[in-house]
């Protein structure tokens, strides 16, 4: 469908837009093809979309993710945690203190914070991170407005009128999550970090629940998760490794910075699921995890490759070291365990 509405664009109008962009950019700006299919997509919104108000939903989406994603720009190789919450904790909570304590040191490791902004588990989070350190992704409400004092008129602050906009915002900037307790939203977010990376339309990032010394909202959650989902079989086992609880903030700060002490990152050229490391895996290593992980194993067997031509090309970490297989793309909770044994190397 889409390659026979390209092949239906009038060479004319294809023209007036390039030279538009070359007017704009002055030929020197970033992804012109795609800035085409956008205008190309925006023009037919005159004859594809009637409704006023569908109209307005794809515009303002389009002007928060744009402004969201050059704001990020400037700070895209600090890694960052994103912190979800109840707005409803109160300083004096143990939640609260817990969740301050936790961002000062993921900010002592060299992170950098993400919250909604507001006050709560959010403000927490800046007040242990500090407002050069932190980031604020704050929703239009018609009760909570304001973003908390911390971040509030800071650069780093942006305002958002929907919800999926400003969700997509904390996944793709996040190498990390931490969930402290709170409700339907907080859960959510939850539910839709678990969602993309177990489907593979997410990054795999460690996703830590946090609670209050002695807590059991999340040991609560958990149960059942395994009562209910698992054991009815509407998950998989290897699911349950997606998240892990922490029993403290130190303990849920090693479970991130372990994460990334040997794995880096991870991305899919044609077939081949390539994975960026500090140290690339010993002979012996390539065998165990051939071995180890055959389940997952589709096409090629571990090896150790270099910097594929595209990752070149767009210059995609082509200085680390990598290994390289074909991945089923189904079993996202054996993959997790893959990179806490590459994580061992």
């Given at each position: 469908?889409?390659?026979?509405?390209?092949?239906?664009?009038?060479?004319?109008?294809?023209?007036?837009?390039?030279?538009?962009?070359?007017?704009?950019?002055?030929?020197?700006?970033?992804?012109?093809?795609?800035?085409?299919?956008?205008?190309?997509?925006?023009?037919?919104?005159?004859?594809?979309v009637k409704d006023r108000g569908d109209a307005r939903v794809i515009r303002t989406a389009v002007r928060e993710l744009r402004y969201a994603f050059r704001l990020f720009a400037p700070y895209r190789d600090t890694r960052k945690v994103t912190i979800f919450g109840s707005a409803r904790t109160e300083p004096a909570k143990a939640e609260y203190r817990e969740a301050v304590e936790f961002a000062r040191q993921m900010a002592a490791a060299g992170f950098m914070v993400i919250t909604g902004a507001g006050p709560g588990i959010m403000q927490a989070g800046h007040e242990g991170a500090g407002p050069e350190r932190s980031f604020g992704a704050n929703i239009r409400l018609p009760w909570e407005q304001a973003a908390n004092p911390i971040i509030d008129k800071d650069e780093k602050l942006i305002h958002f009128k929907y919800f999926f906009t400003r969700k997509?915002?904390?996944?793709?900037?996040?190498?990390?999550?931490?969930?402290?307790?709170?409700?339907?939203?907080?859960?959510?977010?939850?539910?839709?970090?678990?969602?993309l990376m177990q489907t593979g339309k997410g990054r795999l990032v460690p996703l830590v629940l946090l609670d209050r010394p002695g807590g059991t909202y999340w040991k609560a959650w958990d149960k059942n998760v395994r009562e209910?989902?698992?054991?009815?079989?509407?998950?998989?086992?290897?699911?349950?490794?997606?998240?892990?609880?922490a029993s403290s903030a130190g303990h849920a700060v090693r479970i991130i910075?372990?994460?990334?002490?040997?794995?880096?990152?991870?991305?899919?050229?044609?077939?081949?699921?390539?994975?960026?490391?500090?140290?690339?895996?010993?002979?012996s290593a390539l065998r165990g995890l051939n071995d180890d992980f055959a389940d997952i194993i589709s096409g090629e067997k571990f090896r150790v490759i270099e910097a594929t031509p595209q990752e070149r090309e767009e210059d995609d970490c082509p200085d680390l070291a990598r290994i390289a297989f074909g991945f089923d793309r189904r079993q996202y909770g054996r993959l997790r365990q893959l990179i806490d044994v590459l994580n061992s190397f």
């Open positions: 469908m889409e390659r026979t509405e390209k092949s239906r664009l009038d060479p004319a109008l294809k023209k007036r837009i390039q030279e538009l962009i070359a007017l704009q950019s002055g030929g020197t700006g970033a992804n012109p093809d795609l800035v085409e299919d956008i205008i190309v997509n925006a023009l037919k919104l005159l004859t594809d997509l915002t904390f996944v793709r900037h996040s190498d990390a999550l931490a969930l402290f307790p709170g409700g339907f939203g907080t859960l959510d977010e939850g539910y839709e970090a678990l969602t209910h989902l698992l054991r009815s079989e509407l998950i998989s086992p290897e699911d349950l490794y997606l998240y892990q609880i910075t372990r994460f990334y002490r040997n794995y880096h990152s991870s991305r899919f050229v044609k077939d081949l699921l390539v994975i960026r490391l500090k140290n690339a895996p010993p002979p």
